[in-house]
């Protein structure tokens, strides 16, 4: 392949949330799988795994799950005093945080605790950085992962959208329904389909104003 075909892929890749009644194959979800694992992580450490859900009566119990949270956090903060805040929690992130609702696929991103032979022989005993921070660095690795099979589903015809609303309003409540063991921290889900959409081009920050070339 040849940069200008793997920029192509990497300018056209879209956040996309309507999709084709068209199922997806069971051995391409294995195949961007397959892509996602082929990241980065921190020594090698493979601090991920994935839970596809194919099953739509289970992704649209997991919406569910999402709008309960959504509109008790809303009544939360009406009780608060904050009824305007409550009213655009409810109608403006909720279309968001749920717009997985009608995709063939919903693909948990896990990320699980990174272990090294330089965390047990050498950071640990030194006590180099909080344990806050191994679990970021689990997330990390994990979120490397997950670009790697957006753009894989990109190039093969697919579409996806990542969304962390579903984690932010019912991470327990996902955790439950799915068995997701306790030592997994629930990164992202990511809807996967075909598109019925072409979404435009969204604007970016000019490369001059998010680089600092130091000499």
Not at 8 to 24: A, G, N, P
Not at 131 to 140: A, F, H, L, Q, R
Not at 148 to 166: F, I, V
Request: net charge negative.
């Amino acid at each position: 392949m040849h940069y200008d075909e793997f920029k192509t892929i990497l300018h056209e890749r879209r956040s996309v949330r309507k999709y084709t009644d068209q199922e997806v194959a069971i051995e391409d979800i294995k195949e961007l799988i397959d892509c996602a694992r082929y990241a980065p992580s921190d020594t090698n450490s493979q601090t991920w795994e994935f839970i596809a859900i194919v099953n739509r009566e289970k992704i649209k119990h997991i919406e569910q799950l999402t709008w309960e949270q959504l509109h008790k956090k809303a009544a939360e903060a009406e009780e608060r005093g904050l009824s305007k805040e409550g009213r655009l929690l409810v109608k403006s992130f909720g279309p968001y945080a749920t717009a997985f609702s009608d995709a063939p696929v919903l693909i948990v991103c896990l990320a699980t605790p990174y272990t090294s032979k330089f965390r047990d022989r050498i950071f640990e005993p030194v006590k180099l950085v909080p344990e806050s921070v191994w679990e970021e660095e689990g997330i990390k690795s994990s979120c490397l992962a997950a670009q790697n099979l957006m753009l894989a589903a990109h190039a093969r015809g697919m579409a996806t959208c990542p969304m962390t609303g579903p984690v932010l309003l019912a991470s327990e409540q996902l955790r439950e329904y799915l068995e997701i063991p306790a030592h997994c921290q629930i990164n992202m889900v990511i809807s996967l389909g075909y598109p019925a959409e072409r979404p435009g081009k969204l604007p970016r920050k000019e490369v001059d104003d998010i680089l600092r070339i130091v000499n």
